[in-house]
């Protein structure tokens, strides 16, 4: 008896241990579906989804216009304080003075990617992009002014 | 207070496991009481991860303060800002529209599935297999790209608001999703012929770090450790949010109690959450996917509390506020935390290698305990 479920023990646990030994040898010859992305040397081809969010961008046009107008509101909503907006007077046709944007300063190095500031913008004015190699040899380079030098408000955008 | 390295007076010996001990998943600090290679007590650590989330969160605003709870349970970050903004939701009495509900379990759902998957691959090769790790993360990185067309991330997503879903669904979700579905019920039963049926393993786990349902009450487990020792506690049943009400699956219980009961739990869930989301995916009615709220949210005076069933088990937030728009105190009772403390129990008597397999079933996320 005891012979009998010792035999039948070991039977068993060889049995568990091929089965297991078949899914392996399996995937060994049967490797037709590659996953692995093999990083730097696919660096032409790699792009992320489109909704990734690697950094805050603001979009400018061809006539080097952006949708901005300096309301603060990604600054408030921002947990991490990585947005300040600084704003100018700027006096417009009508002779009146008006409030602008001056510079957009976006700091990568306190940002955590939530996107709160893309979801409170009313006038879509910046986005999330999908780069993601951001590393930079000095840390200053990551305060960045989003606003291009010598861009203004598109027409129309209030 | 006790030494942390030496001999106790018995001429045991008090060896530390981690912080950086690579069979900890993260920085988890267990000072092991040893009798030859007898565990006699095992003390946690706390405070290398501390970041002080509950104190971060009371100068955030309620909008803000839930992306800081993706950081916790990083592996169920879906469902911690869930629960974030249920509550919100519960205080301003905001009417969330179905369409957000669906995508919001669905999520969560996915969510599950990842995290169970990561479990799988971490306690395998805790236990020295490591084909496993390839296989879970080939099926979890089909989860991952999903999560990151339709949220923009991989891990930390901060894809619930309060009154829905931060953007709509990317086009392609629904047809990725069930591809995935199709996928992962052909790959399913290979976990069960790579290890679950495998002698070494099933010696390792069966009968090891036992604990009795009375224990797991007095301890305040929850989720997968307190199912496996025959305690009903899953809050999608009890008390369910959102949608869960409305669709069928069923609570896995078992009453084993040892490792290897907790092993098929978390196994079993997994064709459950596939279940779930084969309900909702094609099901999801057309609509709104963020209900309108103010631009600035205040929760009135009183109290809030909410639980949710993340994939290591209950989550609650508790939420105390002044009408101001910030929270005056904020307090997240983390599942994995109370999982923790039951493991002195759980492995006295045993030896150092099954103290490895039991921690590898608890299936801790460092951060979510030490917030």
């Given at each position: 008896m005891f012979l009998a479920d010792y035999i039948k023990d070991v039977y068993g646990a060889v049995k568990s241990l091929l089965t297991g030994m078949k899914l392996t040898g399996y995937y060994f010859t049967h490797h037709k579906e590659i996953i692995t992305e093999e990083y730097p040397n696919n660096r032409a081809t790699l792009k992320l989804a489109d909704r990734f969010k690697g950094e805050v961008w603001m979009p400018h046009d061809e006539n080097n216009e952006h949708a901005c107008t300096g309301c603060s509101s990604c600054e408030i909503a921002c947990p991490n304080g990585s947005i300040k907006i600084v704003s100018m007077n700027v006096i417009n046709a009508e002779g009146k003075k008006k409030k602008a944007i001056d510079q957009h300063i976006y700091r990568l190095d306190m940002c955590t990617m939530c996107g709160l500031c893309v979801e409170a913008c009313p006038t879509d004015a910046i986005h999330m992009r999908n780069t993601f190699e951001l590393s930079v040899f000095d840390r200053n380079h990551l305060i960045m002014r989003l606003n291009k030098p010598g861009s203004k408000i598109r027409e129309g955008v209030e | 207070m006790f030494e942390e390295i030496g001999t106790t007076e018995e001429g045991d010996l008090i060896i530390n496991v981690g912080p950086q001990h690579p069979a900890t998943h993260g920085v988890l600090h267990l000072v092991l009481t040893l009798n030859g290679e007898i565990i006699k007590k095992v003390e946690p650590h706390l405070g290398y991860i501390h970041r002080s989330i509950e104190k971060m969160c009371e100068s955030l605003s309620y909008r803000q303060f839930i992306y800081v709870t993706s950081r916790m349970d990083y592996l169920s970050a879906h469902i911690n800002n869930h629960a974030c903004a249920l509550i919100v939701e519960k205080g301003l009495n905001v009417e969330v529209p179905q369409r957000a509900q669906y995508i919001r379990v669905i999520m969560d759902e996915l969510t599950r599935i990842a995290s169970h998957e990561l479990w799988w691959s971490a306690m395998s090769m805790d236990l020295g297999a490591f084909t496993p790790y390839f296989l879970a993360f080939r099926e979890r990185e089909k989860i991952n790209e999903i999560m990151e067309e339709t949220c923009g991330a991989r891990l930390t997503m901060n894809y619930m608001v309060p009154g829905g879903v931060m953007t709509e669904l990317h086009p392609d979700f629904q047809e990725k999703v069930k591809s995935f579905i199709v996928d992962f019920k052909k790959t399913l039963h290979e976990y069960d012929e790579l290890i679950t049926g495998n002698v070494i393993f099933q010696n390792r786990m069966k009968g090891v770090g036992y604990i009795s349902?009375?224990?797991?009450?007095?301890?305040?487990?929850?989720?997968?450790?307190?199912?496996?020792?025959?305690?009903?506690?899953?809050?999608?049943?009890?008390?369910?949010?959102?949608?869960?009400?409305?669709?069928?699956?069923?609570?896995?219980?078992?009453?084993?109690?040892?490792?290897?009961?907790?092993?098929?739990?978390?196994?079993?869930?997994?064709?459950?959450?596939?279940?779930?989301?084969?309900?909702?995916?094609?099901?999801?009615?057309?609509?709104?996917?963020?209900?309108?709220?103010?631009?600035?949210?205040?929760?009135?005076?009183?109290?809030?509390?909410?639980?949710?069933?993340?994939?290591?088990?209950?989550?609650?937030?508790?939420?105390?506020?002044?009408?101001?728009?910030?929270?005056?105190?904020i307090k997240f009772r983390s599942p994995g935390f109370s999982n923790l403390s039951a493991l002195d129990h759980m492995v006295r008597g045993h030896k150092i290698g099954d103290f490895i397999a039991a921690m590898g079933t608890l299936d801790l996320v460092i951060p979510d305990i030490d917030r």
């Open positions: - | 349902k009375e224990d797991v009450i007095t301890y305040g487990c929850t989720g997968p450790v307190a199912r496996a020792s025959g305690l009903r506690s899953d809050i999608r049943k009890i008390a369910p949010y959102d949608v869960y009400d409305k669709v069928e699956f069923d609570e896995i219980i078992e009453t084993g109690g040892d490792c290897f009961a907790r092993y098929q739990v978390r196994i079993k869930e997994m064709s459950q959450s596939i279940r779930i989301i084969e309900q909702l995916i094609d099901n999801i009615p057309e609509g709104d996917f963020q209900a309108k709220t103010k631009a600035v949210l205040k929760l009135p005076k009183g109290e809030f509390y909410q639980r949710v069933e993340t994939a290591r088990g209950e989550l609650g937030v508790y939420i105390v506020s002044e009408g101001a728009a910030q929270p005056y105190k």
